[in-house]
């Protein structure tokens, strides 16, 4: 029809023409609209990016924290990016979900994820020049659940500025719906709770209630789930910590929301306002938990495992099962507090008015603590601050201020300065102990310290000291090995063993811990038992101290050894945590143990990723394990055996037998004690944090008297806990033919000897010790 034949129609015809042709574009529109939602969804050409697909829809993946289990079940702590905890619908005050509908999306129970009045608000607003949103809480879910803006959910159009918005709106938009076709209300609600972040790393209505208030969910009250929902608007603008009348506004704002909503009347809300906002708050950080020593070494064995697995072990919501038997490690820290707590006050006492720094004659060090501040960090910061100005750096070290410190009977306020300080600090001993199971190497407890919150420092596996007599055993494992008996005899004498050392010729003359020489035959057994150094030291020269390093080392010592005639002593740096694993080698019947941590991984849903078997394999016969556990006997049965002083502690029912080792270094800067049974090794190491750092006399300092006792009192409580399944009894017999001599007869060991320890203080341990404490 030409242009003059339409005007001369009729004008009801045109009409209907104008009416077709509308007709034609809204359902052009209708097509592109539809075709474009499309397109967004299955990401066509790959321009969109990717969607939710129908897995992830119903079985939507949040960051969870990863948690730490003990070995029985208990949660010790967590990893996690974003503290999040969910917890149930029904779990939730019904307040909170109404404050939450109430003041984000009045409609909620009316749409089907998307709300076109808000939709057409935002837009009106928006064109006004006014920031409004139009979110429904179901949008807003699936962009916490989804992460729909993120460059790994972007296409090449989402860097393309404006379509990039319209993209992820898009999304947010399909997702939505989608949601609220697989999900009813309040399965979306409990879902939007349990992923909204609310500021101050709380993530989720049950991380939120307990940052804020040390509440549950399902105890929250109006006012209280009042400014939840306040805060979700902008989490740091209206943190009630940190902006507490921005907050307290909010919150009114939110009771006023309810109350026009019918959720609590408008009084209710009027007088709910003039309440002030009551925290009780407690920020979780990102390694939350048990505070303990041995999260360190867990978090280096699972970083690294979760990296060989490509999985973020701060997200992923894994499972990580100990071999820590938090029982166990209970009664761990409950024998060493009780037992350096009395330690600590004969320290006190035994220097009383004078500083517990000095050389070896006892002279207090000059300088001591002016050199060992220079290694704080406090130091490190005033240098950087004020430079090469010592002047402004000592008047900054030297000004008190009131300050929280330790003490053994809890904390305790004190004004002083960070000098003051670093001298209140060094006077107080440290200690270590490891307990692990022989068969499986199985670490059931791990002390790094007398106090986590203050000292840090690891003493198990991160510290390492000289290890006195308790590196005998591996001098008697390999003389053993190398066809001796427990039954052979040396003659306790004098001697002086010649050696070259860097191509300069030596002489090394050991004595005894009391300076005495007996001149008697004795068998290796009481040698060892009473911790002969004489003995020893001929028996490292027989058999080559060469091979007693090759011997440590085949039994899991793994720090430098010096292969020269006092290596028997223990002149040369071990840590508990070598010296337990080896010492359990023979009581696992000649097999060593990699020390285990970890036990097995899951996922969030409980599935096994990874079990973690234990890893052994044959060092030693069974024959020669067998007879260095009869050699450990000896230091409870033979007369004056070094560990007798276990007669005092209730150990002794139903035949029960122990062996072990006591050790002390040079000027009693270290106290050593390896205690077996048939179940357990447990490792114990006591000493100032500083070698210069000591008591003065055997009588106080040697490992007898500082660390055997842990052991005792540890052992003690372990045996009166019928649940952790250690029972009283004998070690287990050979289960092969022991062809060496090995029962010799000697007299029955008298109750509660005066017991002696081994010092091994000679000329090259002396220098060595000099060398070291000029460091410190």
């Not at 209710?268 to 303990?292: M, N, R, T, W």
């Not at 053993?480 to 300069?504: F, H, L």
């Not at 337990?580 to 941590?597: D, Q």
Request: net charge positive.
């Amino acid at each position: 029809m030409s242009e003059e034949e339409f005007k001369q129609k009729p004008p009801r015809t045109k009409i209907n023409k104008w009416i077709r042709n509308l007709w034609k574009l809204f359902a052009v529109g209708v097509l592109f609209t539809v075709g474009y939602f499309f397109a967004v969804d299955v990401n066509l050409f790959y321009l969109f990016g990717a969607s939710p697909g129908l897995d992830e829809l119903e079985n939507p993946r949040n960051n969870l924290p990863s948690q730490i289990f003990s070995a029985d079940g208990v949660l010790l702590g967590r990893y996690f990016r974003e503290n999040r905890d969910p917890v149930p619908f029904d779990s939730i005050s019904p307040v909170m979900v109404k404050a939450l509908v109430a003041t984000e999306d009045e409609r909620f129970y009316e749409h089907q994820g998307i709300d076109p009045i808000s939709v057409l608000a935002a837009v009106r607003d928006n064109l006004k020049g006014e920031n409004r949103g139009g979110s429904t809480l179901t949008q807003q879910l699936a962009k916490n659940l989804y992460k729909l803006r993120t460059k790994n959910t972007k296409g090449p159009l989402g860097y393309v500025p404006g379509i990039s918005t319209l993209v992820a709106k898009t999304k947010e938009w399909n997702t939505s719906i989608k949601l609220e076709q697989r999900y009813t209300k309040d399965e979306i609600l409990g879902m939007y709770l349990n992923t909204v972040d609310f500021g101050s790393n709380a993530f989720g209505i049950k991380v939120a209630a307990k940052t804020f208030f040390s509440t549950t969910p399902d105890s929250l009250k109006p006012e209280q789930a009042a400014m939840l929902v306040g805060v979700l608007k902008a989490p740091t603008t209206y943190n009630p910590r940190f902006n507490p009348k921005n907050a307290l506004a909010r919150r009114n704002v939110v009771l006023q929301q309810m109350a026009r909503n019918k959720v609590i009347t408008p009084a209710q809300a009027d007088s709910l306002s003039q309440i002030p906002i009551e925290l009780k708050y407690q920020v979780e950080q990102h390694l939350d938990g048990v505070p303990a020593y041995y999260r360190q070494a867990v978090n280096e064995i699972v970083r690294k495992w979760a990296e060989t697995k490509e999985l973020d072990m701060y997200s992923e919501g894994l499972k990580i099962y100990l071999t820590i038997d938090s029982r166990m490690q209970r009664l761990a820290e409950e024998a060493m507090k009780e037992k350096m707590k009395s330690l600590q006050n004969r320290f006190e006492n035994h220097w009383r008015g004078k500083n517990p720094w000095v050389d070896d004659q006892d002279k207090e060090i000059p300088g001591f603590i002016e050199n060992a501040i220079k290694r704080t960090g406090v130091y490190q910061s005033l240098k950087a601050k004020y430079g090469s100005d010592t002047a402004a750096i000592n008047l900054a070290l030297n000004t008190p201020k009131k300050m929280t410190v330790f003490s053994w009977k809890g904390p305790k306020e004190m004004t002083m300065s960070s000098m003051d300080s670093l001298r209140y600090y060094k006077r107080f001993m440290r200690a270590g102990m490891m307990t692990m199971d022989p068969k499986t190497g199985f670490i059931k407890a791990w002390v790094g310290g007398i106090d986590y919150e203050n000292f840090k420092y690891d003493h198990v596996k991160q510290a390492k000291r000289q290890p006195g007599s308790t590196f005998k055993p591996f001098v008697y494992g390999a003389a053993i090995d190398q066809g001796y008996s427990p039954c052979d005899k040396i003659q306790d004498k004098r001697v002086t063993i010649k050696y070259v050392e860097n191509g300069k010729p030596m002489e090394w003359t050991p004595h005894n811990a009391d300076y005495s020489i007996s001149g008697r035959q004795m068998t290796l057994r009481h040698a060892m038992g009473r911790s002969i150094n004489t003995v020893t030291a001929q028996l490292t020269e027989a058999i080559g101290w060469d091979t007693v390093r090759k011997f440590a080392r085949k039994l899991g010592i793994t720090s430098p050894l010096e292969a020269v005639p006092s290596i028997g002593l223990g002149s040369s740096d071990v840590s508990i945590y070598e010296l337990v694993n080896a010492y359990s080698t023979f009581l696992n019947n000649g097999f060593l143990n990699k020390p285990m941590l970890v036990m097995r991984i899951e996922d969030r849903n409980g599935n096994l990723i990874e079990q973690f078997n234990p890893q052994q394999k044959r060092v030693i016969t069974e024959e020669t394990a067998f007879l260095m556990v009869h050699m450990l006997k000896g230091t409870m049965e033979e007369p004056g055996g070094t560990s007798q002083a276990l007669w005092e502690y209730d150990l002794w029912k139903k035949g029960n037998q122990i062996g072990g080792k006591t050790g002390t270094t040079s000027n009693h800067s270290d106290g050593w004690y390896v205690g077996v049974t048939k179940d357990l090794v447990t490792g114990v190491w006591v000493g100032g944090e500083d070698r210069s750092i000591h008591f003065r006399t055997s009588a106080m300092g040697e490992g007898s008297k500082t660390a055997l006792p842990i052991f005792g009192r540890f052992m003690e409580k372990v045996y009166q806990d019928p649940d952790l399944g250690i029972k009283l009894g004998v070690f287990p017999k050979a289960k092969v033919k022991i062809n060496k001599p090995y029962n010799c007869v000697t007299p029955a060991p008298p109750r509660k000897p005066k017991v002696e320890d081994s010092t091994a203080v000679d000329t090259m341990l002396e220098q060595m010790n000099d060398s070291i404490s000029s460091q410190f």
